[in-house]
């Protein structure tokens, strides 16, 4: 496969007043050309930090890499300056965040904002960035674009604003798309129309995408590849039908046990007891050890290695077909 982004070994701590916290430690992936991996854990499992690593956007101090690689197109974005990382942002590798309301200037009209993405990295005029803006709010759905172009992201829903998020993301042709949690503050109705709208920008410009989310729902409808994520590792990877048909690690089993089913008899959701282990303070084996059924002394004091138990099926835990 050709990949358009490796990273390898990536480690992003914080230095904090109770210690060090271990936000990502010693992930690696890749990611294919028009492909979409899907990173999936509950909060706190280094899901942001490894996109925001990714985009260079940790804020530094307090936060620093401490290791590892990340390759696009065979160049180490931690190695490049600020100015090389200003031109890859948004034109290369874009990203959506949580939450549209904070990452959106207030004062400034959300076509202005759009505006503003293209004159950075294209070489246009005023009137023709404005063209692209209206086109581009168009292309995402957004009814009368030319009268939202003015508008503030105040005036809009936040279903609206998302979409103002994607277009800004997406008006200069990114090959890479981040979104982290795009729909989480988003109606079901809404959402559903998000991630439509993603998966259709995919097919129409052949963009790459790493969607993180806790749902495995959104997982399913959207991606080909998962990355499961716990306490700042990767604890299992695959592809979508491997990960659902056949899922290797406890933790993961765990969080497929817990979706709702249509059509069940009426009980709870199965719960996966305990709490991800703070990043400052992470366990000395396995760091699921000790919310996993399967746990024993050796898992509690040895850490498992991510191993290849079928072609593209990786897992790290002990139990695996013992």
């Not at 430690?25 to 909060?43: A, C, M, P, Y």
């Not at 749902?215 to 695959?238: H, N, P, Q, R, T």
Request: some cysteine; proline content about 6%.
């Amino acid at each position: 496969m050709d990949n358009i982004l490796e990273v390898k070994n990536l480690k992003t701590y914080y230095s904090t007043d109770s210690g060090t916290a271990k936000a990502v430690d010693g992930v690696s992936f890749s990611l294919g050309r028009n492909r979409t991996l899907g990173i999936v854990g509950e909060s706190g499992c280094g899901k942001s930090v490894t996109a925001l690593s990714i985009m260079r956007l940790v804020p530094m101090p307090p936060g620093y890499f401490a290791g590892g690689e990340v390759l696009w197109k065979g160049r180490d974005l931690l190695q490049l300056s600020e100015e090389e990382m200003r031109k890859l942002r948004g034109n290369d590798i874009a990203m959506i965040f949580q939450e549209p309301m904070s990452s959106l200037n207030p004062v400034y009209t959300c076509g202005n904002q759009i505006v503003e993405q293209i004159l950075l990295h294209r070489n246009v005029s005023g009137r023709k960035a404005k063209e692209q803006a209206v086109d581009m709010l168009r292309h995402v759905g957004i009814p009368n674009p030319s009268e939202r172009f003015d508008a503030y992201p105040h005036e809009l829903s936040g279903g609206m604003r998302q979409r103002v998020m994607i277009a800004m993301a997406l008006s200069c042709d990114p090959a890479l798309l981040i979104a982290d949690e795009p729909t989480t503050a988003l109606d079901v109705t809404v959402q559903a129309q998000i991630l439509e709208l993603i998966g259709k920008l995919q097919v129409d410009t052949g963009m790459s995408v790493i969607l993180i989310t806790h749902d495995f729902g959104v997982i399913a409808e959207l991606c080909e590849d998962v990355l499961v994520m716990y306490a700042s590792k990767v604890v299992e990877e695959g592809s979508v039908s491997q990960i659902f048909s056949d899922p290797l690690h406890p933790y993961t089993a765990g969080l497929l046990k817990s979706i709702p089913r249509i059509g069940s008899k009426k009980q709870r959701l199965n719960v996966i007891e305990g709490n991800v282990p703070s990043a400052i303070r992470l366990p000395e084996g396995c760091r699921f050890a000790n919310r996993c059924p399967l746990a024993d002394d050796h898992c509690r004091k040895f850490e498992p290695r991510l191993e290849v138990y079928d072609p593209g099926h990786r897992a790290a835990c002990w139990k695996i077909h013992a």
